[in-house]
C-alpha cells in the first residue's frame, strides 16, 4: 500500500550557516508572551529614541557637514584597533596562527623541493626533455 | 575620533555591571547583548549579532540608510561588510540546503564516474592508419622526381 503523504517541504526545511530559517516556519515568532512583547517593545523604544537623535541632526537647519554614526565609528574601532589589545594567546589561538603563518611557508617549501627533486631524478635518467627558451 | 573611551569597544566584560554599561554603549537591551565567547581571538565586548544578511532586512520598512538597510546608531554586525546585499545571501532557500547538496552531488559524481569510465574504457568506430594519395606523397615528402616512386597499394583483392 501506499504511504501517507511525506513530510511537507516546511518540515524539511533545516537551517545552517548558509540559509537561515524563514519567520513563516519558525514557532519563535508565532504567540507572542507578554515578555516577547515587553522586549520587543523596550527594542522599539531604544530604536525610536536612535531615530529621534538622527533625524533632530539631519533636519537641524545648521546640520554639521558630516553626521557620524557612532555604530559605525565603533565598528571600525573594533575591526582593526581593539583586536590587539584584547588578542590573548591560547591554545588555540596559536595553533591557528602556526597553521596559518608557518604553515603555507612548510607546505611550498616541501611542494617545490619534491618538484625539482623529480625533475633532477628524471634528467639523470634521461628522460626529461629541456624545453627550448629564447631568452 | 572624538568619542571618549568610554563609547568605543573595550575588553571582554566580566561583571555584570561591564556587561549592562557594555550593552548601554553599543544601544541594546541587557538582555539581547551577547559578546563574543572570550576566546582571545581579539573581539573584546562585541556584540555577537545573529549571522544574517541583509537581503533578509525588511525592504520596506524606512530605514536611515536604504542601501544598507541600516539605521543611525543600530549595532553593526561584525561581518557587516560580508552581509551587504551585493555579498554573502543567507536569505532562506526555496529548497532545503541539504536536499540542494544532495542533489548537486548525486550529478557531480554521475558525470565523473562516467567521464573516468570513458577515460579508462574508451569506445569509438574502428579506425585504420591514414591512407595517402600519390604514392603516400612521394614528391611531397622529397622523393627524386626522376627516380620511379615505390609502388604503394592500400588494398588487397
Known amino acids: ?135 | 575620533s572624538e568619542m571618549s573611551k568610554d563609547m568605543l569597544p573595550g575588553p571582554y566584560p566580566r561583571t555584570p555591571e561591564e556587561r549592562a554599561a557594555a550593552a548601554k554603549k553599543y544601544n541594546m537591551r541587557v538582555e539581547d547583548y551577547q559578546p563574543y565567547p572570550d576566546d582571545g581571538f581579539g573581539y573584546g565586548d562585541y556584540p555577537m549579532l545573529p549571522n544574517k544578511s541583509h537581503h533578509e532586512r525588511d525592504p520596506w520598512y524606512q530605514w536611515d540608510q536604504p542601501d544598507m538597510r541600516h539605521n543611525w546608531g543600530e549595532p553593526i554586525h561584525w561581518d557587516f561588510d560580508m552581509y551587504i546585499r551585493n555579498r554573502v545571501d543567507t536569505s532562506p532557500t526555496v529548497v532545503p540546503w541539504h536536499t540542494m547538496c544532495k542533489h548537486f552531488l548525486i550529478f557531480l559524481s554521475a558525470m565523473l564516474i562516467m567521464f573516468g569510465l570513458g577515460e579508462i574504457y574508451p569506445s569509438y568506430r574502428p579506425v585504420g592508419p591514414k591512407q595517402y594519395p600519390f604514392n603516400d606523397l612521394y614528391l611531397e615528402k622529397g622523393g627524386d622526381p626522376s627516380k620511379e616512386p615505390p609502388v604503394v597499394t592500400h588494398y588487397e583483392i
Open chain 1, 1 to 135: 500500500m501506499a504511504a501517507g503523504p511525506g513530510p511537507s517541504a516546511g518540515q524539511q526545511y533545516r537551517p545552517n550557516a548558509f540559509v537561515s530559517l524563514p519567520a513563516e516556519l519558525d514557532p519563535d515568532t508565532y504567540d507572542s508572551s507578554p515578555e516577547k512583547r515587553r522586549a520587543e517593545a523596550e527594542r522599539l523604544a531604544i530604536r525610536a529614541r536612535l531615530k529621534r537623535q538622527y533625524q533632530l541632526q539631519i533636519n537641524n537647519p545648521d546640520a554639521p557637514a558630516v553626521v557620524e554614526n557612532p555604530a559605525l565609528l565603533r565598528w571600525v574601532y573594533a575591526r582593526t584597533q581593539n583586536v590587539y589589545p584584547t588578542f590573548r594567546p591560547t591554545p588555540k589561538t596559536s595553533f591557528l596562527g602556526a597553521v596559518c603563518a608557518i604553515g603555507p611557508f612548510l607546505f611550498w617549501m616541501a611542494v617545490f623541493k619534491m618538484d625539482r627533486d623529480h625533475k633532477e631524478k628524471l634528467i639523470k635518467e634521461g628522460k626529461y626533455e629541456r624545453p627550448f627558451s629564447v631568452f
